[in-house]
């Protein structure tokens, strides 16, 4: 195994970041907080041509996946840019589909996953029966399926309608609680294990997006305090404010390889992957949140502010801590990291 | 998840494994910071040597392996997990050997590397000073040259292993500079029971001479002992910083091994409602994980020497992290500071609490360490020290 990223991957990752940067994503998240989707999906399509919705489905179904150290890359990016939408849940119903296609149910992944590689369907998942799950479903009301794993009983539905949306805390993502029918799609203990991995992928992505989002507070916050005078000298000569950025890149550049050891362990469909994950998703939602509490302190009251685009991103790093396992979730099932 | 090595490397782990397993000494030996254990350790390292595992990086014709960055990491995990000692050559290998191998002349690598890999010269450190300690260019101790060599004078202090090791290697003044206090220095090892030269050992919190002050006057040191250009010091000393503060001083290995004994600890020990202890420990073990992967992405040609001080910041506080944990974990047995024959599960920690405890303090305190992030990282101007 390469504990390093490729040429390929590495130009990926600069290909994807440079393609955002030149979208204007700032006015598409506002947009789509407004409930005004259509900036954001003409982003989807853009990052359905780039290829980013098959990294987590197989060939078989019109993915090039699953290839885990491509979605690191990938969703690092993604929340570099604060990209709106349920990314990290179109990754989870994915794999919920591919796995269950492995245990001998074809028929959901044949009719859904070409269409979400290729933009063509959107899909987003509540899976509050697993590891992490939550009973809110992230952007139904922006997708053609929405599929819900209750736990108990092991059934798979697909939502037909849902609730009012729900304002999060982070203004760009909409939750809503799913409205099953009666009949399940899929049932039996294969739902139970597809859904136990498809929380895995993505507590997985959400770490490595908010690891993203992490990077692009720091970034910013830098840029801001180098320039920013206070006393005659920029904010950044003092050392209380490099002491805490230091605190923060310090934070940022040790959870980097836990994202990508998730990675290599989902590759590998290790029984230990799960706690990898976990460490992931605990140390880099600890980071980001740090970068985000130091950005917001850094900046001073104009950090504070709705129209300064740092609350994208503040926002992001406090609801990802939250979706898809919690801090203190997580670090309960890392305590497995050196036994397995 | 473990790193998949190839069979060769997968070989040389399990060739270490087997070797340490026939030779770590059962009983734990006696403190490193006493002159009886002073001794033993001595004798692990010879036992190591004769081995070939006290330098494994190390070109074979001073006695090492000639192993890469990543089976080093490898011997050092299977190192710390078989309960091995302490490194009494720690400061020799691990810090003068890559400034010999770097600045240093063939005939000093010869000289002084096969003597520093067998154990019988163990180096100590001798940078600090009373009035310079982080900021070590402002050191004040000199070098005046002589027929052959050069008279050192002046005062190092905090040198660990000084007490009982045989030689030391520091920093010194040697010319004039145009002002700039890391100019005009130069780069010497002297032996510490020369003439001129007087050790008074310094007892650390518990006691324990761990470092020591040295005075030097008017000791001489041959042309042949000075490492690099002389007045270019700054310079050479700069390659051992990055090694102190690095990986390679305090290698991941040692926290897995530790994070390991914490959480067997926290299952025999702890309260398991009490969530707050078991976040802690769940913590220690996630930044144990996360050094072992900087570990192997470094390896694989990523971040290594990019910025040691980012890795000191990190291994300081974590050492710190489990160590403080253990003895919470511990109970009533935490204040215990040696082995106590009721107490449950005294593995060491509180020497270890001890040793971590100064980690944030040398090789540079970690507020410069945040210092240096901070400008050269992040790019922050230089400036206001308040």
Known sequence: MRFALDDEQREFGRTLGRMLGASDTPAAVRAWARGDHGPGLALWERLARAGVFGLAVPEAFGGAGPLPVEATVAFTELGRHAVPGPVVETAAVSVLLARLAEAGRPVLAEAWLPRVCDGGARVTAALPGAPGGSPYALDADVCDGVFVAPGGPDDLFLATGHGPVQPSLDPARRLALPRCGAEPVAAGRAVREAARLAADWAAFAAAAQVLGVGLALLERTVGYVRQRKQFGVPVGAFQAVKHRLADVRVGLEFAGPLVHGAAVALAAGTPGAGAEVAAAKAAASDAAYAAARAALQLHGAIGYTAEYDLSLWLGKARALRSAWGTPAACRARTLDLFSL | ?386
């Open chain 2, 1 to 386: 998840m473990d790193l998949d090595l190839t069979p060769a490397q997968e070989d040389f782990r399990a060739e270490a494994r087997a070797w340490l397993a026939g030779h770590v000494p059962r009983t734990p030996l006696a403190s490193l910071e006493t002159e009886e254990g002073f001794a033993e350790h001595r004798a692990w390292e010879r036992t190591l040597h004769a081995g070939r595992w006290s330098a494994v990086s190390w070109p074979a014709v001073y006695g090492g392996r000639g192993r890469s960055f990543l089976e080093w990491l490898v011997f050092e995990e299977e190192y710390w997990a078989a309960g091995a000692p302490a490194r009494v050559s720690q400061n020799g290998i691990g810090l003068l050997a890559p400034t010999l191998l770097e600045h240093g002349t063939q005939e000093q690598r010869a000289r002084i590397l096969p003597a520093m890999a067998s154990g019988e010269t163990v180096w100590a450190q001798a940078w600090s000073e009373p009035e310079a300690g982080s900021d070590l260019a402002s050191l004040r101790s000199v070098a005046v040259r002589t027929a052959g060599g050069w008279l050192l004078s002046g005062q190092k202090t905090w040198s660990s292993r000084a007490a009982f090791a045989d030689r030391a290697f520091g920093l010194f003044r040697s010319h004039a500079s145009a002002g700039r206090p890391h100019e005009g220095l130069t780069y010497a090892m002297f032996g510490l029971d020369a003439e001129g030269v007087r050790v008074r050992p310094v007892g650390r919190l518990d006691g324990r001479p761990a470092f020591a002050e040295i005075f030097l006057d008017e000791a001489f040191v041959p042309d042949r002992d000075v490492v690099g250009t002389p007045g270019d010091g700054w310079r050479v000393a700069m390659s051992t910083a990055g090694s102190e503060r690095g990986l390679t001083l305090r290698s991941p290995g040692r926290y897995v091994a530790a994070a390991r004994r914490l959480v067997a600890l926290w299952r025999a020990a702890a309260d398991p409602g009490d969530t707050a202890l078991r976040d802690r420990v769940a913590d220690a073990v996630v930044r144990a994980r996360a050094y072992q992967l900087y570990g192997y992405a470094c390896a694989a040609g990523g971040p290594r020497g990019a910025e040691p001080s980012l890795t000191k910041l990190f291994w300081s506080e974590l050492d710190l992290a489990l160590h403080e944990t253990a003895l919470d974990l511990l109970g009533p047995y935490g204040e215990l500071a040696g082995p106590a024959g009721d107490a449950p599960a005294h593995g060491g920690w509180a020497e270890g609490f001890v040793f971590a405890l100064a980690g944030p303090v040398y090789a540079g305190t970690n507020e410069i360490q945040r210092d240096i992030v901070a400008e050269r990282l992040l790019g922050l101007p230089k400036g206001r020290r308040a």
